[in-house]
């Protein structure tokens, strides 16, 4: 998920009773609700650099204590004020649970294995940026201060100070909670959809339903035969036509995507990859040469893709440059 649920997610922790563990809790949850995303560091290597180390190894259950401890050390050191180790570490290390279950269950996935599995597992329940959580988010920041207003008059000040916010902390933490066990029944229904039709003829092999950022009732669906991939919107609403069906064929074996294979931008994204599409066409302002472009059908539409490795090859299908692009920003690679 993005860095204001996390960090509200933090908040929230903090004001349902984790700030009665140990001094200093709040900012020890905040810093920790966001741990994981240390891995930005790597952005300064490069994109590939960081879409090889995003969400790798701090985002996995063995670096968990690593990731709690942190944040304990660091506030501890910049605010020179005692704290209780014991419950400050526990705190912390369920502020980063919480980090990794949101990201949990959204479509980028993590490597919740590693070191010992790299695969990335996924739940395909939220975009990475979810209105809805936002919205309710926003409502339950902003509900303290009016029932502090309503309230002066009736609690004393030590008593609004003990329990400020708690219970909308507990509503958005709820909210999230019986929010995704919605979407989860409502994924369900739309991958069972893209999974009981056929596509220009052929039995999908497997198929994935992808969240937007707003309508829980519409998602993206990606449908793989093995020869080709079908690609439709699903509206939960709406009966379901796959004969509307975008229908990508998958590129025969070819010496031009086996040559761009060898290169690391193509290597890094085949890993991280769940529906890969290859594309090879003629090179521009380049004689007999070839351009092979790999992405994702998971993040944007095929014709405007999120990110893309691309390589131009020569007529001896030697790479002559080779580069990942992340949205409209690209850097090369080299060979």
């Known amino acids: 998920m993005d860095p204001l649920t996390h960090t509200a997610t933090g908040l929230f922790l903090s004001r349902i009773g984790l700030k009665r563990w140990t001094p200093l809790a709040t900012p020890i949850l905040l810093l920790a609700a966001n741990a994981p995303d240390i891995d930005i560091v790597t952005a300064s290597g490069g994109s590939l650099s960081y879409l090889h180390y995003h969400r790798h190894l701090t985002h996995s259950l063995v670096a968990m204590p690593v990731m709690a401890l942190l944040p304990v050390v660091l506030v501890r050191l910049v605010a020179r004020k005692p704290v209780h180790w014991a419950g400050a570490f526990f705190a912390a290390l369920i502020a980063v649970a ?46 303290p201060f009016v029932g502090r207003l309503v309230g002066s008059e009736i609690a004393s000040g030590a008593a609004r100070d003990r329990h400020y916010g708690r219970g909308f902390a507990w509503l958005a933490l709820l909210f999230v909670l019986f ?122 539409p095929p014709g405007a893709p999120a990110f893309m490795a691309t390589a131009i090859l020569d007529a001896r299908l030697e790479p002559v440059r080779a580069w990942f692009q992340w949205g409209t920003a690209s850097r090369t690679q080299g060979k």
Request: hydrophobic letters at 45%.
């Open 179 to 300: 929010y995704d066990c919605g979407r989860g029944a409502l994924h369900a229904r739309a991958a069972a959809t893209l999974g009981s039709r056929l596509y220009a003829g052929a039995v999908p092999t497997r198929v994935a339903a992808l969240p937007g950022p707003a309508n829980p009732m519409l998602w993206k669906g990606v449908a793989d035969t093995g020869d080709f991939y079908a690609v439709e919107n699903v509206d939960l609403l709406a009966p379901f036509d796959p004969t509307r069906a975008l229908i990508l064929y998958k590129p025969p074996p070819d010496a031009a995507i086996e040559a761009a294979r060898r290169t690391p931008a193509f290597q890094e994204v085949e890993r991280f990859s769940q529906f890969p599409l290859w594309r090879v066409s003629p090179a521009p302002d380049l004689p007999d040469g070839r351009m092979v472009q790999l992405s994702d059908l998971r993040f944007g």
């Open 98 to 143: 919480s980090h990794l279950l949101l990201d949990l269950t959204n479509a980028y996935g993590i490597r919740l294995l590693l070191p010992f599995s790299a695969d990335w597992l996924r739940l395909d329940l939220n975009n990475i940026y979810d209105l809805w959580i936002w919205g309710m988010f926003l409502l339950c920041l902003a509900g």
